[in-house]
């Protein structure tokens, strides 16, 4: 079947280890892009973390954001909303005060204030690039729950070194209320640097992308999805067409989908050019 819509994660798949887009991707999307198929950016980033992303893309996209709790258009349309309730928020921040210091909540704002923290160390040896990157949007709330106000964030974060966030994501999974949420992990093992994401009950970069495919009128037998973590294995799952990244967590790859080159070798061209415009 022709592949209509080619979803792509950012972080990992689309840019390399450099975290910039290459020549050869940016031109295999627009080459796809030119044919008619659709582009979808779907990443655990804010969007005006992803913009810049999808500003280097020589093409009209949309992008799924927060791990799939905000659907937009590349000029900021919102075209779906899915917010943390501001309860259950507040509820996982009483509930692990040990996880505090890693601790962020996230809002859908226009430009500050989306990023809230108890205390933003920005000299932090895995965090501060991010925090210097988005000094714009970040700011402090002590304690972090006042920020809770009665608007409901996309998210909780929490970020740090590998194991103490699967150390979190198993306190997480253990509260009396975790049946209220979905967790996102995403890990860079070469960095020891991961996020938990807490999310609106069923809000996944999967889910988001059936929603999408479903408005646009596209089979998933149509859809070509592209990840390499932890959080795209939703979105692989939904696609008629996953593909896995050479640099992607070993479980990814060990579920039968096709496995392109990895982010350092133009894995997504590669992919694009086998699977979407038959060049290969």
Not at 21 to 33: C, F, G, H, L
Request: negative net charge.
């Amino acid at each position: 079947m022709p592949i209509k819509l080619i979803a792509m994660d950012i972080d990992g798949t689309l840019l390399d280890s450099k975290a910039q887009v290459s020549e050869e991707n940016a031109r295999a999307v627009a080459e796809a892009a030119a044919r008619g198929i659709e582009i979808v950016l779907v990443t655990g980033r804010r969007f005006d973390f992803a913009l810049p992303i999808a500003n280097a893309l020589p093409c009209d996209l949309h992008l799924i954001v927060s791990n799939g709790a905000l659907i937009k258009s590349k000029s900021g349309e919102t075209l779906q909303r899915l917010l943390l309730p501001s309860k259950a928020a507040r509820q996982v921040l009483e509930a692990t005060p040990e996880l505090r210091a890693n601790a962020a909540v996230v809002f859908d704002r226009p430009h500050e204030r989306q990023v809230i923290m108890e205390h933003v160390d920005w000299d932090d040896p895995l965090r501060g690039g991010y925090f210097r990157r988005n000094r714009l949007y970040i700011a402090e709330a002590v304690p972090l729950m006042d920020c809770l106000n009665g608007e409901d964030p996309i998210q909780v974060m929490y970020t740090g070194p590998c194991e103490p966030m699967r150390a979190a994501m198993r306190l997480l999974r253990s509260l009396s209320m975790a049946t209220e949420f979905t967790l996102a992990l995403t890990e860079y093992a070469a960095r020891d640097f991961s996020l938990v994401d807490v999310l609106r009950l069923g809000v996944t970069k999967g889910g988001a992308l059936a929603e999408w495919a479903r408005r646009r009128g596209i089979a998933r037998e149509d859809v070509m999805a592209i990840g390499d973590n932890w959080n795209d294995r939703e979105m692989l799952e939904f696609a008629g067409r996953p593909v896995v990244m050479g640099n992607s967590v070993p479980e990814l790859k060990s579920l039968g989908w096709a496995v392109t080159l990895s982010n350092d070798e133009n894995g997504v061209a590669e992919a694009i050019g086998r699977y979407a415009l038959n060049q290969i």
